[in-house]
């Protein structure tokens, strides 16, 4: 089976401090990479080098056996990041939201469609409530219904994704990580949270 994502000697430098240098690892499709490490590691760094939107100090990340800084539009028409933030306006409704932003990163979906992750998600009956009005841990159902209309990208990076979450949404999420794992996407997360995944998902452990 062909690598998906690739870590090349990666090192990740914040100031005129090295957070971590000299990573190596391979992640094949269906599996999923959990990172971990105390805050200031820089976890939220390599996530951000594995999307491309920073570059590594040294090393390189590879996607497919290409360099990610080298694939722009089309690598990111195959990637789904969350980052920490729920990152929604709070003007919109949640379906604006999710509607929005699926566009932004490539995805048409419909109304029906979206209305039908946000139910998923455990926002039914909340479709149309202004954003300002909801609870964190909604906030971030709606910001994760994106990934039930994502399940054609194969790479998802999640940023810290239980934080807020209530048992049934950390359930729901843990269950719709294992499906993407075992369709062959991969899925990198990070999580503060000791959260549990059945040993049907295969599971890479980095620490920084």
């Known amino acids: 089976m062909k690598v998906g994502l690739e870590l090349r000697q990666v090192e990740c430098v914040r100031g005129r401090r090295s957070l971590f240098k000299g990573l190596d690892l391979s992640v094949l499709p269906g599996q999923l990479l959990r990172l971990q490490g105390a805050n200031g590691a820089g976890k939220t760094s390599l996530l951000r080098m594995i999307c491309g939107l920073q570059a590594p100090a040294q090393g390189e990340v590879l996607w497919r056996g290409q360099r990610v800084s080298e694939l722009r539009e089309e690598f990111g028409r195959e990637l789904v990041y969350l980052g920490h933030a729920a990152a929604l306006k ?41 954003t300002r009005f909801l609870s964190q841990g909604q906030r971030k159902r709606v910001a994760l219904a994106r990934l039930v209309l994502s399940t054609a990208s194969p790479l998802w990076v999640l940023d810290e994704p239980f934080n807020a979450l209530d048992t049934a949404a950390t359930a729901w999420l843990i269950d719709i990580i294992a499906e993407q794992t075992a369709h062959g996407g991969i899925v990198v997360l990070t999580s503060h949270q000791s959260v549990g995944f059945s040993e049907a998902v295969l599971q890479v452990a980095l620490s920084l």
């Open 90 to 130: 709070d003007d919109l409704s949640a379906l604006e939201n999710l509607v929005t932003t699926s566009v932004l990163s490539g995805t048409l979906v419909s109304v029906s469609q979206a209305t039908s992750a946000l139910a998923a998600a455990g926002l039914r009956g909340r479709e149309h409530a202004p």
